[in-house]
């Protein structure tokens, strides 16, 4: 049996852009000879839905970078989140920083009003301008993301300490310094905490087991005599690119992940993913 572990963001699909067709129809062909294909993102369980209510059936999905999982026809569960401690402590050093940065949760994101957010959002568009459209396309995705799709609280860490109920999976940061990132990703790695770059002026604060590395070893436990394959893009898909049996990246892959493939797919708005699957995977009729 094959299992395919992928991506999404920049991998399944350009963010914000239309998805191949080709990719969806590699879905559909890979579970009708019996293998399994898993979609494996940072993207948090409620950002999913839109994204499997476009398959034709349904695929298993390991969400937050590996903080947890759904199989087929089943309810998620939820395998690491970060502490309340260490939710007060990296907060309150990103607010000291005045650096912008949100809260996913089991139960969506949160964050501080948009509003207060002004000078971050111009900043990250002119640091993205060297993306030409592109950079413009992200910023407005996310920006409308942000203004519409989250819950606006005064207080983040008040509002987790009132909802004791809610699992803080991981904090997010974006920030237009390289330098900035850089010295936030030193200072706030430790024992408890894996900090690591997710997407352009991006950074991730998890629990040190949401990883896909680990989400990898979780779920290949139920299929011992499986083989492998992870398809990616991006430093958050190194880990399960150094776990799989067969590690796949696309050609818009950042260059330390094109090096760590055994193969390199079409750019993902080639339908990368679709094309990899039928020229090695699927078996002819």
């Known amino acids: 049996m094959n299992v395919v572990f992928c991506d999404i963001d920049g991998?399944?699909?350009?963010?914000?852009?239309?998805?191949?067709?080709?990719?969806?129809?590699?879905?559909e062909a890979l579970q009708k000879q019996g293998d399994h294909f898993v979609f494996i993102s940072g993207r948090g369980y409620e950002q999913l839905h839109e994204l499997l209510g476009m398959l034709k059936g349904d695929c298993d999905v390991i969400f937050s970078n590996g903080a947890g999982y759904r199989l087929m026809g089943e309810e998620p569960i939820y395998r690491a989140w970060l502490s309340l401690e260490k939710c007060r402590e990296a907060a309150a050093f990103l607010e000291q920083r005045e650096v912008f940065?949100?809260?996913?949760?089991?139960?969506?994101?949160?964050?501080?009003?948009?509003?207060?957010?002004?000078?971050?959002?111009s900043a990250l568009r002119e640091k993205m301008m060297v993306m030409g459209e592109t950079g413009k396309k992200i910023m407005d995705f996310k920006e409308n993301f942000f203004a519409n799709d989250c819950l606006h609280v005064a207080d983040p860490i008040a509002y987790l300490e009132e909802h004791p109920e809610l699992k803080a999976l991981k904090i997010e940061i974006m920030e237009a310094s390289d330098e900035e990132l850089d010295y936030l990703r030193t200072e706030l790695?430790?024992?408890?905490?894996?900090?690591?770059?997710?997407?352009?002026q991006c950074l991730e604060i998890v629990n040190p087991i949401s990883s896909k590395g680990h989400a990898v070893n979780h779920f290949m436990a139920e299929f011992p005599d499986g083989k492998s394959y992870g398809i990616g893009d991006g430093e958050n898909d190194l880990a399960m690119?150094?776990?799989?049996?067969?590690?796949?990246?696309?050609?818009?892959?950042?260059?330390?992940?094109?090096?760590?493939?055994?193969?390199?797919?079409p750019h993902c708005l080639e339908g990368g993913v679709g094309q990899f699957i039928f020229e090695h995977l699927i078996q002819p009729t």
Request: glycine share 6%; aromatic share 14%; charged share 20%.
């Open 189 to 200: 790695n430790g024992e408890d905490t894996y900090v690591f770059s997710s997407y352009f």
């Open 11 to 27: 991998t399944f699909q350009d963010i914000g852009g239309d998805i191949p067709a080709i990719n969806f129809e590699a879905i």
């Open 101 to 121: 940065y949100f809260i996913h949760t089991d139960e969506g994101i949160i964050m501080k009003p948009y509003e207060l957010y002004t000078k971050n959002f």
């Open 241 to 265: 690119l150094a776990t799989v049996d067969v590690a796949v990246a696309v050609e818009n892959a950042q260059e330390n992940v094109k090096e760590q493939a055994h193969i390199i797919a």
